[in-house]
């Protein structure tokens, strides 16, 4: 069985910056691995996606140039850099990685199989 631990979450003040780590017990086999936040009453939203083979990525507009995702394969860690946090971006983050290729949207949450527990971001003003 495949778990994915998140960590490096925490409280910070706006304008701040934090990097979220996600460790794979094994990656042989994932074909994407994401991130994914929900804030209280809210839906999951994808924030940003990697092929893991390719090492394309893609980040959603809302976050683009504030968020980066990237990948150690030989670490079995999967990276979200955050700067410039906002209240906003208040919410429990998750990685989320799935082993097949699909057609559909990369943020569908029902297409990963694979997901973490989550670690809380709290942006304060």
């Known amino acids: 069985q495949v778990q994915l631990v998140e960590s490096g979450g925490g409280s910070v003040q706006a304008g701040g910056s934090l990097r979220l780590s996600c460790v794979a017990s094994?990656?042989?086999?994932?074909?994407?691995m994401g991130w994914f936040r929900q804030a209280p009453g809210k839906e999951r939203e994808g924030l940003a996606r990697?092929?893991?083979?390719?090492?394309?990525?893609y980040v959603v507009d809302s976050v683009k140039g504030r968020f980066t995702i990237s990948q150690d394969n030989a670490k079995k860690t999967l990276y979200l850099e955050m700067n410039n946090l906002q209240p906003e971006d208040t919410a429990m983050y998750y990685c989320?990685?799935?082993?097949?290729?699909?057609?559909?949207?990369?943020?569908?949450?029902?297409?990963?199989?694979?997901w973490g527990q989550g670690t809380q971001v709290t942006v304060s003003s």
């Open positions: 989320a990685a799935d082993c097949r290729s699909y057609s559909g949207n990369w943020d569908q949450t029902s297409r990963y199989t694979y």
């Open positions: 094994r990656r042989y086999g994932f074909y994407v």
């Open positions: 990697i092929y893991v083979g390719s090492g394309s990525t």
